[in-house]
């Protein structure tokens, strides 16, 4: 049996001391991507360092927020606490809760005046005491207080979701739009809308008082009978009234505290179904603002959702005032139909959409009409006059400006058609333009800002959105970057091997 030289010896001794070196490089090499890995996720975590490549921004906060909430930046009186009712371990297991929590910590982390809580509602009931005496009942392990001491707003984990109104599934996230208002609801002065009550009207029995809650409106009912209005309101809405208003000849005169409201640089939005019964005092107020709602249902059978006729497909109008409120709607890629259900017919009585009323000059516009192939009729409900083919407004606008100061104010009256403007049905899905109407009506009508440019994000929208090139960058980045790294690791150390 041959002996093994002197020289061998060392060579393979020198081959086991550099490989037993190779395999410990590459264990130290592994260890140390794991332990680097899991500070990084842990920073990430505490930090919310991430980067949102969803084209909707689903986990982001938008520069509109940023521009509402920058004001506060710095202000000892604009602290806002965001509590929530589990520990961030149980808010973290679940995908629903664990995006409204990373939000929150998002806002956390950009504004100074925000701070996060964790309360255990189970094992110490009595740590909300304090928050429960601002007017706050009931929480639950989901719920979400945001307060700023004094005042505090209580949400359910699904008030941050937007739900289909036909399926009843989530189909978005409205969590910025809804945390950004609940933070400007108790820390700024928020404009009032009265809904007007005392005639029989809708002013809670749809989705109207709910949009402008998420606007951060301060909403308050009114009846005009008893209580005038605050000269500080901005909008009132009366919807679908049954009975009529108090005119000059009765002991109240409920029609002039609404055109005071009005001439005061207010905005009157009125909905007006073809149920509603002719109102002799409020149509004549309603005429001087050059509108008169006709006693007629309109149907439009090739224009409907509905087989008789009376979910109407409304068109837009594309010049005036009323324009304006849909111009956004109407430049998106994908216009969304804005649906008027049992529409009566508006008439505009100025020449040429210009009126004169006491000093003030007066101008009425279309919102929406009914399709321009004049495939829609009116048909009288009272039995009177003929059912007519034509074109028919269904929504209009009229503005009367006056100078103070050498600054324009202005008063609007937005009429619609229908008493069902704001269903849930049609505020409650994307394909609809009902709400986003009446957002941009709001923020026309009102100098206040309220988070009308903060849109929910729909999670069919979350994909990555990024070209090939970018594509292409990181997964160089992320996959050959790492395993370059280490084969030169293992190439530096075989090299060593073989000339040592």
């Not at 500070?39 to 949102?52: C, E, S």
């Not at 949009?211 to 009912?221: P, Q, Y």
């Not at 704001?422 to 309220?450: Q, W």
Request: hydrophobic share 40%; with cysteine; glycine share 6%.
């Amino acid at each position: 049996m041959k002996t093994a030289t002197s020289a061998e010896k060392i060579s393979r001794r020198r081959r086991l001391r550099y490989g037993g070196l190779a395999i410990g490089i590459t264990c130290v090499v592994i260890a140390l991507v794991v332990v680097v890995n899991a500070i990084f996720y842990a920073l990430a975590y505490k930090l919310g360092l991430y980067v949102d490549m969803t084209e909707a921004s689903v986990f982001s906060i938008t520069d509109a927020t940023r521009d509402l909430l920058n004001d506060y930046r710095g202000k000892e009186n604009s602290q806002i606490e965001i509590i929530f009712c589990s520990d961030a371990t149980t808010l973290d297991a679940t995908y629903e809760t664990k995006l409204v929590h990373n939000l929150a910590l998002e806002y956390e982390n950009e504004f100074d005046f925000v701070t996060v809580k964790y309360v255990d509602i189970i094992n110490h009931p009595d740590a909300l005491a304090k928050y429960m005496s601002t007017g706050i009942s009931n929480p639950k392990t989901t719920s979400v207080i945001i307060s700023n001491g004094s005042q505090s707003r209580l949400y359910t984990i699904n008030s941050f979701y937007t739900f289909d109104s036909d399926t009843g599934n989530v189909f978005a996230f409205n969590g910025e739009y809804k945390m950004t208002a609940g933070i400007l609801q108790i820390i700024g002065d928020n404009p009032v809308a009265y809904f007007v009550t005392g005639h029989g009207e809708q002013a809670a029995d749809n989705g109207m008082t709910a949009l402008f809650e998420e606007a951060g409106f301060d909403v308050r009912t009114i009846d005009l009978s008893k209580e005038n209005p605050d000269e500080n309101a901005k909008v009132m809405v009366i919807n679908a009234p049954k009975w009529d208003y108090l005119g000059s000849d009765d002991s109240v005169n409920e029609i002039k505290k609404v055109s005071d409201f009005v001439e005061n640089f207010g905005a009157l939005m009125i909905f007006m179904g073809s149920d509603t019964k002719a109102l002799p005092n409020l149509d004549e107020f309603l005429e001087e603002w050059g509108i008169r709602f006709e006693t007629a249902q309109i149907r439009d059978y090739e224009n409907s959702l509905s087989v008789d006729g009376t979910e109407l497909v409304a068109t837009y109008a594309t010049e005036g005032t009323g324009a304006s409120l849909t111009k956004t709607i109407r430049e998106m890629p994908s216009t969304p139909m804005a649906i008027v259900k049992d529409a009566r017919p508006i008439t505009t009585l100025y020449t040429d959409g210009h009126g004169v009323y006491g000093s003030s000059e007066r101008t009425v516009s279309e919102v929406l009409t009914t399709s321009a192939k004049k495939s829609a009729t009116a048909t009288p409900l009272d039995g009177q006059g003929e059912t007519n083919n034509g074109v028919f407004n269904l929504m209009t606008v009229t503005v009367s400006g006056r100078y103070v100061d050498n600054e324009l104010h202005s008063s609007y009256v937005l009429a619609a058609g229908t008493s069902s403007f704001a269903d849930s049905k049609y505020i409650g899905s994307k394909s609809y333009a009902n709400r986003d109407i009446v957002f941009y009506a709001m923020k026309n009508f009102i100098k206040k800002v309220v988070p009308l440019d903060i849109d929910f994000k729909v999670f069919t929208d979350t994909e990555l959105n990024c070209t090939t090139a970018e594509a292409n960058r990181y997964t160089a980045l992320f996959t050959v970057v790492p395993a370059a790294i280490v084969a030169g690791i293992g190439i530096f150390v075989y090299t060593r091997r073989k000339y040592l």
